[in-house]
């Protein structure tokens, strides 16, 4: 299987604390996206990193890519009891399909 | 503007039963897509559409599922006969067309029970 995977599996942190999830995958991407599930409001798409990119930020979200690692992270700063969800990557591997990996959940206690 | 429908939102069968699920898609979007999620897993895609045409079933156990997107636009899922192991999530999502640089946009799923 070519599924990418995330460690840690879960984590749990108190509002106003970081989080940092990580991302492994197995051969060369176009690109590498996560996406956060929650009951609310189901699988939503954060965030995008180009295979040439290294670093990219979207409000609180700071997402950073090393090819020769075939490794990402997600960092979520100054988290929220809303930030509480399972997050997941999904790396194309060169084709036009996303595969997703296994997920970390986060718990952010108030 | 409104977002990716699906129902029924919930599903209890017994096995070698059938099932069907229903997809409607943004408007306007292209392409649809199947996922299957099964609990503490990530979402797995079982088939993809490109307005009515299948670009990807790879995934699809075709013995049991079969899909369709009559003109284009709606979609529906089949399970027929169910296995335990069909018990999961099943999302659809869809987006402005093929290619992973084109955003998805998920539905809420249909949870599906196999008992």
């Known amino acids: 299987s070519q599924q990418g995977e995330e460690d840690p599996q879960a984590l749990s942190i108190q509002e106003g604390e970081n989080a940092t999830m990580n991302c492994s995958y197995k051969?060369?991407?176009?690109?590498l996206q996560w996406y956060r599930q929650n009951s609310g409001r189901g699988l939503v798409h954060l965030i995008l990193?180009?295979?040439?990119?290294r670093e990219k930020h979207s409000g609180r979200l700071r997402v950073t890519l090393d090819t020769s690692k075939k490794s990402s992270s997600l960092l979520i700063t100054a988290s929220r009891a809303a930030d509480t969800a399972s997050y997941f990557c999904a790396t194309d591997y060169n084709t036009d399909k996303l595969i997703f990996g296994t997920g970390t959940r986060l718990q952010v206690f108030p | 503007e409104a977002g990716v429908a699906q129902s029924p939102r919930y599903k209890i069968i017994e096995k070698r039963q059938s099932v069907a699920f229903w997809c409607n898609p943004i408007s306007g979007h292209a392409t649809l897509y199947w996922y299957q999620q099964i609990l503490g897993q990530g979402p797995k895609l079982l088939i993809q559409?490109?307005?009515?045409?299948?670009?990807?079933d790879s995934q699809l156990p075709k013995d049991r599922f079969s899909a369709e997107r009559l003109k284009g636009v709606d979609s529906t899922l089949k399970i027929q006969p169910a296995k335990l192991e069909d018990s999961a999530v099943y999302l659809c999502a869809s987006s402005l067309g093929r290619g992973t640089y084109n955003e998805q946009f998920f539905g809420p799923g249909t949870r599906l029970t196999v008992l």
């Open positions: 990193i180009r295979s040439n990119e």
């Open positions: 559409f490109q307005n009515n045409g299948v670009v990807d």
């Open positions: 051969t060369s991407i176009n690109n």
